[in-house]
């Protein structure tokens, strides 16, 4: 990237939500080590009103089901499509 392209970038600093819920989820679930991406990425998804996410990786997110529902892309992929409204 040269500077140019650089300067027109937006940077997205973690919210003072985005933290807050990540230190719940740390703290009542336990999370440590590497987990802890997965508990981030859980975070901004509550702070930012998302509730589903689609993921090959289901078992790194089976802790937080209480908090956000996880899709399997292989069994999404097998489902009808819903007709529009």
């Not at 933290?19 to 998804?45: F, N, P, Q, W």
């Not at 090959?56 to 499509?81: C, E, H, K, M, T």
Request: charged share 20%.
């Amino acid at each position: 990237m040269t500077p140019a392209t650089l300067s027109t970038l937006d940077v997205l600093y973690d919210s003072p939500t985005l933290l807050a819920e990540l230190r719940k989820l740390i703290v009542t679930y336990s999370v440590i080590g590497k987990s802890i991406h997965d508990a981030k990425l859980v975070a901004a998804m509550i702070a930012g009103g998302v509730r589903h996410i689609l993921t090959f990786n289901g078992r790194d997110f089976a802790r937080f089901a209480a908090q956000i529902d996880v899709l399997d892309p292989s069994f999404v992929s097998q489902s009808q499509p819903r007709p529009r409204p």
